[in-house]
Structure formats: structure tokens, C-alpha cells
């Protein structure tokens, strides 16, 4: 017997549920790509684009995931041979590194771990022994979906600059983007990059960077350009190079309705539902970890973040059985572990397109979970979140 049968919940943090009203947006014939129409949605979502990023600097659409994102900011600010500094705080900022040194960058970790944010204090150090500044760009993400994490990206640009290191300052904000603050110019971010499937509430398969001044100077005598990430290439005078190539039209109308929702409900309104859901997330978590089995990845409760949390499952428990249960018995599609934590915890997502109902369920259906496999939890996990959002979400 199963209790699944009804609308599946996808708490997997990304792809993340996609609004209804964003589904139905794709559900017309394509564009003219040369019309009117098609230029100023183009333009509009550029300049939306570059207003979630909070940079006066010009935005890039690519039809590409994170991964392609990553190669698009690489290719175009280094040249081969080039160091990088990776800041290590989970999976996502060593994968990028990967990536620049498949594409011949020389690659530098600072060491981090799972269960923290990056120390902004460590970047500075480690900037200012590096005398002949061959760093040339730092890479680090906002939030780390495997470990949890978010990072404080305004500290550690002013590190970079404590540090009087002219090094670039490279962040990634797929998970995060939409869903929390993020001041591109503000915080000296030379380029930022994200992904459509998230925070922004629409299907996988759009990248998106942007990109401040001094990037823009670096990229001039850059020599890991390719023609189709091309920041050149795309500011030709054709619409047509924009794409370097056809547009992806129906992921353009997803995105246009997704800005929209997203307008519509407000920036500091959707940030506050992130905040306040998460916190729901993370009082029933507290609770659980009474029972001394589970516990948060992320050791401080001021660096775990709004869009997912990641609990870790002691060794005696198998944390596929739950996310198992849950799938085939209730329909709530958790995260597992990945990479160093395969095996060893699974994920809550509340990111994007989520409300009250869906994390109350979520979190019901995990408790259900640990009930029925008789895996030890501190009585009273949803209750924690029932009640602190009776008495934070005001009458
Ligand atoms: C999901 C994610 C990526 C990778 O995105 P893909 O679209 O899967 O390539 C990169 N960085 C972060 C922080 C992510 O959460």
C-alpha cells in the first residue's frame, strides 16, 4: 500500500517545481525570430537579468546548464596557464575548478570543509602571500547544494580587496540566485553566473552570467575564448548573435513568466518566504537530531542555508531507504548525499516555487519516514516548524 498517488512533491534542489503558469507560457508556437517581439523579450529578460544580479554590467543567455556556465566564465577572463584560486566549501566551486583545469588553467584550492563556509580571513591570507599575484581569478560559489552552505559573498570580496589583490572575483549563484540577496557591483563580484532550473522556477537548460567592468578589460586579451560563449561575439549588432544562434523561444517564455511570479510577489517577499521556510526546515531538523541519529551537515546554524539543508544519518541507518520511502510510499522526492556525502545524508530543498504546504508536507512525510523505518528522532520535528511559522508569518 502506498499514499503517493496525488502531485508528486520534488524537493530535489534542482531541478526544482515549475509553476503552472511558467509551464503554460511554453505551450505556444515559436517566434519570428527576426520580429520585434522576439528582440524585446530578449532585451527585457537581459535587463531583468542584470537586475537579479544587481550589476549595472550586461547579462549573457546561454543555452547551457551550470556546467556550461562555468566553461562560459572561464573561457572567456582566462588565458592558459593561468592560476586560479578555488575556495573550497563543499562540491560545486571544486567542480568549476575541474573544469579550468581540463580547459588549461593551473588550479589552487583553499581548503575548506563540508561542514563550513569558506573563512573570508583565509582568502586574505592566502591572497596576500601570493606576492606576484599570480592569481588571476578567484572562484567560489554562494551556495554549495551539497554541503548546504551559503557563503558570505560580500566578506569575501572585501578579503580580495583587504588583500589590495587584483585578482577577479568569480561567483557562482546558481542555487541561490532569486531565492536570496545577491549585490553583484555591491559586493565586487567581477562576474556572476546562474542557471535557469533553481531559484528561477523554470526548466533546466538556460545559463546566464554577468559581467562587470573589470572583466570585461581581462576578457579583451583572454585566450581560452571559443566563438560560442563569446562575450564579443554576443554583443554583435544581429540579434541573432545574442544566441550565437537560434534562440531556445520556449525557454525564453518560461523565464519571462517565471521574472514575472517572481516580480509580481516581490524581491524582498520571495527572500523572506526562503528565509522563513527554511527555518521551518531547520527547527523540525533540531528536533529530529535529538534523537541523535540525524544532524545538520553544517556545523554553524548562521551558515546553513535557505535553499537546502543537508542532514546527515548516522552510520547505522541508510539514508536511500528514507529517501526511498518517501518516493515510493508518500511522493516527496528528497535529495540524497552526493559526492562525499553518497550514503551518508539526504537533502531537503525549499527553493524556488515552494510554500507552506509543500514544506509542512515534505517534512511530514520525512518524519512518516523515520517513524516507519525506525530510525531514532526527537518527537515533535513538524510541530517545531508548525509553530514557528505560526509565530513568524503575522495574522
Ligand atoms: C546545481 C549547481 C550547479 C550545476 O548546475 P547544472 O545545471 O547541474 O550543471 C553548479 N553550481 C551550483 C552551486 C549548483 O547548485
Request: charged residues 20%; hydrophobic residues 45%; proline residues 4%.
Amino acid at each position: 500500500m502506498t499514499v503517493r498517488s496525488g502531485r508528486e512533491f520534488l524537493a530535489i534542489p534542482g531541478p526544482t517545481t515549475i509553476p503552472d503558469e511558467v509551464l503554460r507560457a511554453m505551450h505556444r508556437p515559436a517566434l519570428d525570430i527576426y520580429s520585434k517581439e522576439m528582440i524585446d523579450l530578449t532585451d527585457g529578460l537581459l535587463r531583468d537579468l542584470s537586475m537579479l544580479f544587481a550589476t549595472t554590467g550586461r547579462s549573457y543567455i546561454y543555452i547551457a546548464n551550470g556546467h556550461g556556465a562555468w566553461e562560459a566564465v572561464l573561457s572567456n577572463v582566462l588565458s592558459r596557464g593561468d592560476k586560479v584560486l578555488v575556495l573550497e566549501s563543499g562540491s560545486f566551486a571544486l567542480g568549476w575548478g575541474n573544469a579550468a583545469r581540463a580547459m588549461g588553467a593551473e588550479v589552487e584550492v583553499l581548503k575548506g570543509d563540508w561542514s563550513r563556509a569558506v573563512r573570508a580571513s583565509e582568502v586574505e591570507a592566502h591572497l596576500r602571500a601570493d606576492k606576484n599575484h599570480a592569481i588571476k581569478a578567484v572562484l567560489v560559489v554562494q551556495v554549495d547544494t551539497a554541503s548546504g552552505v551559503v557563503n558570505d559573498i560580500k566578506a569575501i570580496g572585501q578579503a580580495i580587496r583587504a588583500a589590495q589583490h587584483p585578482s577577479l572575483f568569480l561567483v557562482d549563484a546558481v542555487a541561490s540566485l532569486g531565492c536570496m540577496p545577491f549585490e553583484m557591483d555591491k559586493w565586487g563580484v567581477d562576474v556572476a553566473l546562474s542557471g535557469s532550473q533553481k531559484g528561477l522556477m523554470t526548466p533546466p537548460g538556460l545559463a546566464f552570467v554577468a559581467v562587470g567592468e573589470g572583466a570585461r578589460a581581462v576578457h579583451k586579451t583572454s585566450n581560452m575564448r571559443a566563438p560560442y560563449w563569446d562575450w564579443t561575439e554576443r554583443d554583435g549588432v544581429e540579434h541573432y548573435c545574442r544566441y550565437a544562434g537560434t534562440p531556445p523561444i520556449h525557454l525564453l517564455f518560461a523565464l519571462r513568466q517565471a521574472f514575472d511570479l517572481l516580480l509580481a510577489e516581490g524581491l524582498l517577499n520571495v527572500f523572506r518566504r526562503h528565509q522563513l521556510l527554511a527555518e521551518a526546515v531547520r527547527r523540525a531538523v533540531t528536533v529530529w537530531s535529538e534523537g541523535k541519529a540525524l544532524g545538520f551537515n553544517i556545523d554553524d546554524a548562521c551558515e546553513r542555508s535557505n535553499v537546502v539543508t543537508t542532514v546527515l544519518v548516522g552510520d547505522e541507518y541508510d539514508p536511500t531507504k528514507l529517501q526511498r520511502y518517501s518516493s515510493e510510499k508518500c511522493g516527496v522526492i528528497l535529495g540524497i548525499g552526493i559526492n562525499k556525502l553518497q550514503g551518508k545524508a539526504f537533502r531537503i530543498a525549499h527553493m524556488g516555487h515552494v510554500n507552506a504546504p509543500m514544506i509542512l508536507g515534505t517534512l511530514g512525510v520525512v518524519e512518516t519516514a523515520l517513524k516507519a523505518l525506525q530510525i531514532p528522532h526527537g518527537k515533535g520535528g513538524t510541530e517545531a516548524a508548525i509553530t514557528y511559522l505560526s509565530e513568524n508569518v503575522s495574522s
